[in-house]
């Protein structure tokens, strides 16, 4: 199964803990300022990423999900259902 590592980077405020608890040090802090203007994390390095999801469990704005991308596919087909029967 491939795995999908995604940051929502409008709920990131840049604290840095996902960065410093990295093993692989795939994570940096941008040097772009996001709409509440924090500058938020970002996989400067995503091929190194292992997905052990250490970043998701430190994340205190839970910014960072790691999903199975079957998981991926049926919650988007589950919305895709919802928005065409209402």
């Keep these: 199964m491939t795995y999908i ?3 929502d980077s409008d709920r990131c405020k840049g ?3 996902c960065v410093t608890i990295c093993p692989k040090h795939v994570l940096e802090i941008s040097e772009k300022v996001n709409t509440k203007g924090y500058f938020p994390a970002f996989q400067a390095r995503p091929e190194d ?3 052990c999801a250490l970043c998701c469990s430190m994340c205190p704005d839970v910014a960072i999900t790691i999903t199975g ?3 991926a596919d049926q919650t988007q087909q589950a919305a895709s259902t919802e ?3 209402g």
């Design 5 to 7: 590592h995604k940051i």
């Design 49 to 51: 990423c292992i997905k």
């Design 15 to 17: 604290c840095g803990l």
């Design 69 to 71: 991308a079957e998981d």
């Design 83 to 85: 928005d065409n029967d």
